[in-house]
C-alpha cells in the first residue's frame, strides 16, 4: 500500500528557492501559523510547499514532528480545493508554512488556521513578489 503525501515535485527542496522565500518573500500570519510567499516566474505549473516548526517555539522533536506532519497533511488534503484559486498560468507560487505558537495543536485547530492563512494569501496574490530563479 502505497503512502499518500506531498510529492517531491511539491515541496520546495531547493537551496536557492528556500534562499529567496525567505529574503524576498511576503510574510502572512493567521493565529499560529505564519506562511512566507513567493511567485517564481513560468517555474513550474504546480504550487510547491514547505513546512518549519522552529526548535525556538517547541523544544521537543517529537512535537515538531507532529505539528509538521499534521501541516502536511493539511495542505496534502486541501491542495486540490486551494491551488485553482492560488495558480495562474504566469507563476508558480512557492509557500514555506511556519508554527509560531508555543503549544502543541491539534488537527483540527491546525487546519482551520492554515486554511484561514491561506484564504488570506489568496486574497492578496497580487502583494505577493514575483522572484526569477
Known amino acids: 500500500m502505497k503512502l499518500e503525501g506531498l510529492s517531491r515535485k511539491h515541496r520546495i527542496v531547493e537551496k536557492k528557492i528556500i534562499t529567496e522565500i525567505f529574503s524576498k518573500g511576503r510574510y502572512f500570519s493567521y493565529s499560529d501559523v505564519g506562511v512566507v510567499a513567493i511567485r517564481l516566474s513560468k517555474r513550474d505549473l504546480v504550487a510547491k510547499y514547505g513546512f518549519s516548526v522552529p526548535k525556538k517555539f517547541i523544544r521537543k522533536a517529537v512535537h515538531r514532528n507532529l505539528i509538521r506532519r499534521r501541516m502536511k497533511e493539511v495542505v496534502?488534503?486541501?491542495?486540490?480545493?486551494?491551488?485553482?484559486t492560488l495558480m495562474d498560468a504566469d507563476y508558480c507560487l512557492c509557500l514555506f508554512f511556519i508554527w509560531t505558537s508555543k503549544k502543541v495543536a491539534s488537527y483540527e485547530n491546525i487546519k482551520s488556521d492554515v486554511t484561514?492563512?491561506?484564504?488570506?494569501v489568496s486574497s492578496k496574490l497580487e502583494k505577493i513578489p514575483m522572484v526569477e530563479i
Open 76 to 84: 496534502r488534503r486541501e491542495r486540490k480545493n486551494i491551488e485553482p
Open 116 to 120: 484561514n492563512v491561506l484564504e488570506i
